[in-house]
């Protein structure tokens, strides 16, 4: 039977925000829709509009055309429609197979949960991903043992194991290598076979052209255009996102041709760098270089970062324009110029419920004496914002208060403030619009302009090609293959990324 | 629609006059008569004095997050009053001598509160039930029967007696004051006070910010306990007086001012200013029921509906759906 | 494998600790107290234990669920005073009975109310049963505002002196007590339970009922406040308003030693259940170790310190050396 | 989460056996140490006035008495003066060769905690326990257990109506009286007054505003404008005085008790009203010491102490020695609800008249101390045993 989903006209605040003012949707079962839009254009919104989880201001939603209340999760549930979340709904306390059966546990007569049929069934589902998971995994394991992806396979099969006719992927693909995109590709192939509907949210252009069928496009809580994808081009759905043009452009004006680094003297130095993922990790770096650190995810970079920062331990060495250091904290890091910016921006970079000048100075409060100048310190608090191009209500309003992009400003902001000489950056981009992605980008080519070492781990291959000075691709924790110059290609990359050998100058 | 948004201490303060007034036109209350109004509301300051110095440690922790509560307070109360009523023994030139120790000695509490909830990873609240316990059997050691020592006059008249004769407010609510307005700038204007905050609301944030976590937590229990300490000192110094049982009655409603005074009791977010107005609170409305003569059960049950009223109000957390 | 294999075996047995804990408590007491195994003494301990055992499961549920409940001394005053009141020290066992029903039915009420705060409305768990514990005690003060009353002698020997085969009463309800909650956690339920302990907002976007989850563990928590309650008035035999303030902050004391953190989520039943013995073992061997009476609190309360801060020794000991 | 079941049920099966195991070993005997010492009127009488020391001579076989103790609360100083003192006063008896140390159980506790102290007690097999209840009728199902044993049980401080239970204490209304009528006297039965009670539904408590109440009940002209529970506690009982003193600055009295009244006068003093209430206090030198003080400033100043003794429970240790030894009770001395209680007379009442005696008893005490008074051997003796 052919099903459809219709939200129409959908209105939503929170408080004097305006979330969605007439978001529109329509999706058919063999269908693969992508949900489009700049980070708070209210796409996950819209995702929890369906999913039960908001309760919306004006609108309806329509089943089957027929009109439809879902006022809980439970109730999207029972008619069909399940969720991948952005924001991850398992419970990291429980094992794999409770997260994924909560709520859904097969019994046994005494109203007992049937452990056996519950971790064979796992299996069952595990084995989708088999052969794209780093480790083995058992059933039983807590989720909170699983590095990032893992878990979001995991809510990914939780998603699947309801057997659902409508199945939403908010940002799913988001820490996800690309094995793992393509698995999961294959998947969303094989349930539109089915006849299920897919609603596909990614900021990753190249995915959504890859899988889609239609696009629906959200600008400022408004659906602003739809259609089929082979109706259009890449830079006319941004245009249709932005309303600006050719901001997508983003790479080239990065590796700013007259740069002479080469001349430069080393900044940081590694050498033979140890930690629980990582191993053998040696490599130098310029002042005013921005070195890429590629590969798929989970495969040591974030320790790599952390290490040096001082946030794990470690073995090996670490120099600092030739002097040796070994950080036992971030704090001593932070004094000897070095800044990070985490992959988790909610998790590791924000104080959401404090204000945003307080989220901007949080490394910064020592320099302005006691008691503190706080007009001081909002005066550059504001000189940051204007520099960063940061949309905000006042520097007193709660970070919780901005966008993603928005945000994730406000976490490299509290850094420039700083002016350290060495940036590492974890994934920064990651879940942001391309508006905001290309400010990044001249941000960071400005910092190495003025002679700053940035070390740049990205997820995004054509952001590291279209960035890096050089590529280092790690893979199981070595690096497996340095990218520079014309070595540095998408199909070496990839391949490096695989743990393939031919990818260029190791 | 924009909702009126009052501040919390404000509200907490709006409440208490509108509940200072209202305590006027009881049977026992100062009716029309202005000089009676104004000695009850002096006395009822002065004695909010001592709950709020005592619940400016509690803030301090509660703001520190992570289940954050100092549940030695009380214990940590009579511990230093005992030690400050030892050791001044009626001499005006001790005072000083004994005023620091019992801010160390409150430190060392809190301290080692602070070492366990850091390093040992043990809940706060029982952390610090189990402290109170260690505390209490200290001071049965030290006191066993025979305490011996007697308040300064200086404590007395600095503590107890008013400004002067004409000026009649207690000299307690100025050192208050000045102790709320010392607060604020350790909240609102040191480093510390911001590095609190951002433990409360994030430590991993926090730590890759560059805070030393551990340390600012270990700093948090230990100046409380020191607050606590000073709070012992100060209700000594009232009181003229030192006996087991003298801290405990502040615990539970230096908990209860934090709240009232609307700190997230979860951490990151609130003010002492808040606190100062919670303690006032909780005194008027024991005030109020006294002048009301409600039997013992009728006063409990309602202090209990009021505070679950005044939660109801700004207490109530994010609700699942939105 | 960085994990130290202490660290794995607890995870998979949150009770063994509190298991490990308890043996060499008992062995330590045995030492001191050869017939501690007879019946007799056993019996004499164990129906003193049962009544925070029983609280310790009650405030576990609630703890597992992610919150705590400090108003359960409260409901333990209220249906000791009623019973006393109601059934008196002349009542017939029919009356008993009744009012052991009517008990329970309160102690149910008293937590839908605490749920209806806190799961439905939504307020913070420490300061909403810390309000209604002041509207319990107050409750329980009306009932009864002086202590006397009662029930029958011929009733509470039931609860003193019934050994089956020769074992203590007490150890057939923590058998079953035991056994229950190893069902209910292969249940749903369970599943449930630790979900919301674990993380409300996920399991509420995997539509667990959240929010009815929450409600029932203050209702169990209610419920086992009331058989806490009943099992204290069979064990005294008299009702006393003030009867169940002290138990409160034991009970929860118990739960953390017996490895349920405060935090949520982690843990389970038995592990409390130990917890709540073990402090009672450990005040007989405060007892039988011949402690000088000035220092018997300070011994008592340190040694509790200790048991709560050894897993993190252990961890921290652990965590060197790998 | 089978095996984990099993795994705590094997644990369970394993404590039980060991339990059961030693079930089967025969239990101590209690009934060994059996001494009827109640009942026993043997011909004691004959030695009863001679010294011990001659009867240690000629039986030689007399065993050294156990008395435990049982106190549930510590958080007063009154209760740690009586751990001092009992103490103290055992000494005597061990220097005598009487008594062996006292087993003493004494922490915060509550109802069920002080059953463990008792039952703590039985199975440590003392001869007799003297005890401050918590709860007036918590204990009673073990005070009789105890009693069944053959443990001489003396309750301290509190009256209970256990059979077999013996009580010691003052008579708490009587002494509530003393005050009372005296505070009615100076206010020559005329005025307005104030109560600060103390922990409302305590026994004590209740008893002692009965006392006050039968004694108002004579004066109709006093007014009592209002009460409150000061928790018995000079902090709160400072709280309220305030109140009071802020709510009705033209006070004529107040009535208090134990240690409300210095946090009352304290709090008199910070308000100096225009008129200084004629002022009920308490039998403790720190009391004695600031009437002293007051009355430097403030001659007209007046008060009354009354001393709320903690020796009665020493005294509760002799009278249970002695008849551990044997000796006969004049049961026509006893009184209370079932004629098994010892009342101790009220050692002394200050007034401004002789203050200064008070203040010498408390020259080279500490501050804490309450006035107090142990009855002596002799006077124990004389007072309550057939001669």
New interface residues.
Partial sequence: MSRSLSAQHIVKHYGGVVALSDGNLNIQSGEILALIGANGSGKSTMSKVINGVVDFDGGQLLLDDKPVQIPSPQAAKNLGIATVFQELSLVPQMTIADNIWLTREPLKSTKAINRKLINQRTEELLALFEGTLRTKIHPELPVSTLPPDEKQIIEILKAISLNPWLIILDEATASLDSRQVDRLFELIRRWKAEDKAIIFISHRMEEIFRIADRFSVLRNGKTVGDGNMKDITDKQLVQLMIERENVYEFTKASTAAEKTTSTNPVYLEVEDLETDTIRGISFKVKEGELVGIGGLRGQGQRDLLLAIFGDIPYSGKIKIKDQAVHFKNPRTAIKHSIALVPGERAREGLLYIRSILENLHLPNWDKYGFPLKIRKAQEDARKIGLRLNLVMASLMEPVSSLSGGNAQKVVIGKWLLRDPQCYLLDDPTKGVDVNTKSEFYSLLTGLCKDGKTILFYSSDDDELIGLCDRVLVLHDGVIRAELTGETLTKENLVAASLGVTNGGAA | M??LYISPPVAALILAIILFLLSGFLP???GNDIN?AI??A???L??SV?LGVIAAGQTLVILSGY?G?D?SAGSVVTLTAILTYVLVNGRDEKVFYAFLIALLAGALVGLINGL?IT?????P???T??????V???I??I????????VAPIMTRLI??PLSPNIPI?NAIIIWVIFGILMW?LL????FG??V??IG??R?????????VNATNLAVYSLAGALAGFGGFL?VG?????????G??FL?PS??AV?VGGT???G??GSYWGTMAGAIVLTLIT?LL??M?M???????????T??VM??IY???????? | MRRTSWETLTTKYPALFSIILIVVALLINLSLQPNLFSRDTLNSNLRVFLPSVLLAVGQAFVILGGGIDISVGGIVSIVNTVLAVQVGLNGSVEKMWLYVGISLLIGIICGALNGFFIAVLRLQPIITTYATSFLFGGLALFVLPNPGGGIPQSIANIYRSTTPLGIPLGFYIIAILILLWQYLRSTRYGSYLYSVGGKADAAYETGVPVTWINFSTYVISGLMAALSGIAITMLSGSGNAEIGSPMTLTAITAVVIGGTPLSGGIGGITGPIMGALTLGIIQNIVSFAHVNTWWETFVKATIIVVALAAPGIINLFGRRKS | MLKKSLFYIGMLTLIASMILSACAAPTAAPEVTTAPATEAVQPTEVVATQAPATEAVQEPTTKKFTIGISNPFISSEYRTQMIAELIETNKEYMDKGLTNELVIESVDTDVAGQIQQLQNLMAKNVDAILVNPGDVNGLNATLEEAVKKGILVISVDQELNVPGVYNVGIDQKEWAKTSAKWLAEKLGGKGNIVQIEGFPGHPANVVRMEGVAEVLKDYPDIKVLASDTGKWDEATGQQVMSNFLAAYPNLDGYWTQDGMAIGALQAVIAANPPKWPIAVGEGRCQFLKLWEEVLKDHPDFDSVAVANPPGVSPTGLRIAINMLLGKQVDKTKLGGVNGLSFVIPVPIVVTKDNLQEGLDICKDKPDVYLLDGIMSEEEVLSTFFVK
């Fill in positions: 924009k909702r026992n209350g100062f009676i000695a009850q002096t006395n009822i002065r004695l001592f289940e509560i549940l366990g390093f040992l990873k043990i809940s609240f029982v952390m039930l189990s402290m109170s316990g260690v209490t059997g200290l049965i050691i006191n066993h029967g025979n305490v011996s020592g007697k107890a007696r207690p700038l609102e204007r040191t480093t911001k590095h905050f951002a609301v994030n991993v944030t926090s730590r890759l910010s560059g805070i030393n209700v009232n009181t003229g007086v030192v006996f087991i049982a003298l405990q009655p539970f908990i209860a709240a997230l009791l979860s990151g977010k005030s006294t002048t003569q039997p013992e059960s009728i006063r409990r049950v309602v202090l209990g509906a505070l679950l939660i109801s207490g109530r957390q994010r609700g699942f759906r939105q």
